[in-house]
């Protein structure tokens, strides 16, 4: 059983950097995939990155690559996401989430977390 708990959202202005931190329970955090998605209003949920158990590997959704980093801390049982040149658009409710293998796809993940906000004004 994995516990994860999102912290950091906020609201930025256009431009602005936020970073993300997730905390995890559990002694197997390291052997599991992380990821982040986000759900805009009206939108469903989506993916956005995700970091092998190692951090070896990584993979980001087009719309993000080149502003956003994930990235974790495996003795701090953390995984961050750093955003930088934020857009309106990335305005969502962020959600990390953990899964035994390395995907993309929101069914592949076992454990979410409850989610934060973060908004980007123009």
């Known amino acids: 059983q994995v516990q994860l708990v999102e912290s950091g959202g906020a609201l930025v202005q256009a431009g602005g950097s936020l970073r993300l931190s997730c905390a995890a329970s559990?002694?197997?955090?390291?052997?599991?995939?992380m990821g982040w998605f986000r759900q805009a209003p009206g939108k469903e949920r989506e993916f956005v990155s995700a970091?092998?158990?190692?951090?070896?590997?990584?993979y980001y959704t087009h719309s993000v690559k080149g502003r956003f980093t994930i990235s974790r801390d495996n003795a701090k049982n953390t995984v961050y996401l750093q955003m930088n040149s934020l857009k309106p658009e990335d305005t969502a409710v962020y959600y990390c989430?953990?899964?035994?293998?390395?995907?993309?796809?929101?069914?592949?993940?076992?454990?979410w977390g409850q989610g934060t906000q973060v908004t980007v004004s123009s």
């Open positions: 989430a953990a899964a035994r293998l390395f995907g993309s796809r929101m069914n592949e993940y076992d454990y």
């Open positions: 559990g002694r197997t955090f390291s052997s599991y995939t």
């Open positions: 970091i092998s158990w190692s951090g070896d590997s990584s």
